[in-house]
């Protein structure tokens, strides 16, 4: 499965595919981020990883090109990002990218995300390629950098969530859009006939009953003005192992890219995960609004 930048391929397969594995216990609690930028007045693409595991958290950002072929990549494994703060310098389009970071008054929930008191930039001749966090002032005064915000446009998200009944995460459907609370709700065990709720801001945007019949299956709605498809699939709680996981996948619906999906169908309901990955993959690689998946992983 390649749903994110090749960076994330032959090296950490076992990080970027974990939710294929057949138990939630070797499942990361990971958020991978995919930002559209520009170096050198190239299109390229920027992903940052955050993980957390027994060994503690880390960091990781690659860049690939407008091809999704890595250029290059460094990781902050646990025991570097022990350091709270640093910087490694790579190369790429010819020229020399400093990676900044620094996360010594991060404050984290139960994710793997900061949610303040960092930041992480990437920089090339000088200019900010990418800037995360709310210490703005801090990561250009580090960096050198010229006080010129950031082109930088969030694509794509992949997380993934753990409960029992109830998974809950913070998602966005464009850049710089509003912050929603998501909710998804499936009661599987002892109930003679579960059901699938999603709701955004505490308002149920959709309700799916005799889910033991519509395990795989897509609905629209409207956030903020956009149409967004959400794409489904609970066979695994269902029928699955009881460490199995779902698959939920948002994406905003463009005017341009409808014909793309509509000839794009899903014959075969066995190959859904895969399809996902694959339609992610091409609606980021061709700049088609934003996407997000959700492994939700049940935790009994």
């Given at each position: 499965m390649r749903d994110f930048p090749s960076c994330f391929g032959e090296t950490g397969v076992q990080v970027a595919d974990s939710s294929l594995s057949n138990t939630s216990k070797n499942a990361q609690n990971l958020v991978t981020c995919v930002y559209q930028c520009r170096i050198r007045g190239t299109s390229c693409l920027i992903t940052v990883t955050w993980s957390k595991n027994l060994m503690g958290q880390g960091l990781s950002v690659g860049i690939d090109d407008?091809?999704?072929?890595?250029?290059?990549?460094?990781?902050?494994?646990?025991?570097?990002?022990?350091?709270?703060?640093?910087?490694?310098?790579?190369?790429?389009?010819?020229?020399?990218?400093?990676?900044?970071?620094?996360?010594?008054?991060?404050?984290?929930?139960?994710?793997?995300?900061?949610?303040?008191?960092?930041?992480?930039?990437?920089?090339?001749?000088?200019?900010?390629?990418?800037?995360?966090?709310?210490?703005?002032?801090?990561?250009?005064?580090?960096?050198?950098?010229?006080?010129?915000?950031?082109?930088?446009?969030?694509?794509?998200?992949?997380?993934?969530?753990?409960?029992?009944?109830?998974?809950?995460?913070?998602?966005?459907?464009?850049?710089?859009?509003?912050?929603?609370?998501?909710?998804?709700?499936?009661?599987?065990?002892?109930?003679?006939?579960?059901?699938?709720?999603?709701?955004?801001?505490?308002?149920?945007?959709?309700?799916?009953?005799?889910?033991?019949?519509?395990?795989?299956?897509?609905?629209?709605f409207l956030v903020d003005g956009m149409a967004v498809e959400v794409y489904w699939d609970v066979y695994n709680w269902l029928f699955g192992t009881s460490f199995g996981n779902a698959v939920f996948m948002f994406k905003t619906v463009l005017a341009a890219e409808e014909k793309l999906w509509v000839s794009q169908p899903i014959s075969n309901p066995s190959t859904l995960q895969w399809s996902f990955s694959q339609r992610f993959q091409d609606s980021k690689s061709q700049n088609l609004g934003f996407?997000?998946?959700?492994?939700?992983?049940?935790?009994e």
């Amino acid at each position: 499965m390649r749903d994110f930048p090749s960076c994330f391929g032959e090296t950490g397969v076992q990080v970027a595919d974990s939710s294929l594995s057949n138990t939630s216990k070797n499942a990361q609690n990971l958020v991978t981020c995919v930002y559209q930028c520009r170096i050198r007045g190239t299109s390229c693409l920027i992903t940052v990883t955050w993980s957390k595991n027994l060994m503690g958290q880390g960091l990781s950002v690659g860049i690939d090109d407008s091809a999704n072929q890595c250029l290059c990549k460094v990781d902050i494994k646990p025991w570097l990002f022990s350091k709270r703060k640093g910087s490694k310098s790579l190369e790429a389009y010819s020229c020399k990218i400093d990676i900044y970071w620094d996360l010594s008054s991060a404050k984290f929930g139960s994710g793997p995300e900061p949610l303040e008191g960092f930041y992480v930039g990437v920089v090339a001749n000088k200019h900010m390629v990418l800037l995360l966090g709310d210490m703005r002032k801090e990561a250009y005064k580090k960096a050198g950098a010229n006080p010129v915000d950031s082109m930088a446009v969030f694509v794509a998200k992949k997380e993934h969530v753990f409960g029992k009944r109830v998974f809950g995460t913070k998602t966005q459907f464009c850049d710089n859009g509003q912050i929603h609370d998501l909710i998804i709700e499936c009661e599987t065990v002892g109930v003679n006939d579960p059901c699938l709720i999603i709701r955004l801001d505490g308002r149920a945007l959709m309700q799916v009953k005799r889910i033991r019949w519509k395990f795989r299956g897509n609905h629209t709605f409207l956030v903020d003005g956009m149409a967004v498809e959400v794409y489904w699939d609970v066979y695994n709680w269902l029928f699955g192992t009881s460490f199995g996981n779902a698959v939920f996948m948002f994406k905003t619906v463009l005017a341009a890219e409808e014909k793309l999906w509509v000839s794009q169908p899903i014959s075969n309901p066995s190959t859904l995960q895969w399809s996902f990955s694959q339609r992610f993959q091409d609606s980021k690689s061709q700049n088609l609004g934003f996407s997000l998946i959700l492994y939700a992983w049940k935790n009994e």
